[in-house]
């Protein structure tokens, strides 16, 4: 089954990953990142690891 992720997720996760490659990432922006992975994971009754994992591979490595 493949795992569901929002456009909220995605937009997150694009802003802490620019700021992880600027050397600014913030306690805010992290935290946020991973509320909304642990939201999203309950209300769509998927897994929060493999949420997270597939959220960072489709930001973080699009060309796979």
Same mark, same amino acid.
């Given at each position: 089954?493949a795992?569901?992720?929002?456009? *909220? %997720?995605i937009?997150?996760? =694009?802003? $802490?990953w ?6 600014? %990432? @913030?306690?805010? @922006?992290a935290?946020? /990142?991973?509320? $909304?992975?642990t939201?999203? $994971?309950?209300?769509t009754?998927?897994? =929060?690891?493999?949420?997270? $994992?597939?959220?960072?591979?489709? /930001? =973080?490595?699009?060309e *796979?």
């Open positions: 089954m795992i569901e992720l929002s456009d *909220v %997720l937009d997150l996760e =694009r802003r $802490a620019e700021e992880i490659q600027a050397g600014a %990432l @913030t306690v805010d @922006t935290q946020a /990142v991973q509320a $909304a992975i939201e999203h $994971a309950k209300a009754e998927q897994d =929060r690891g493999k949420v997270e $994992a597939a959220l960072k591979k489709r /930001v =973080r490595h699009s *796979v």
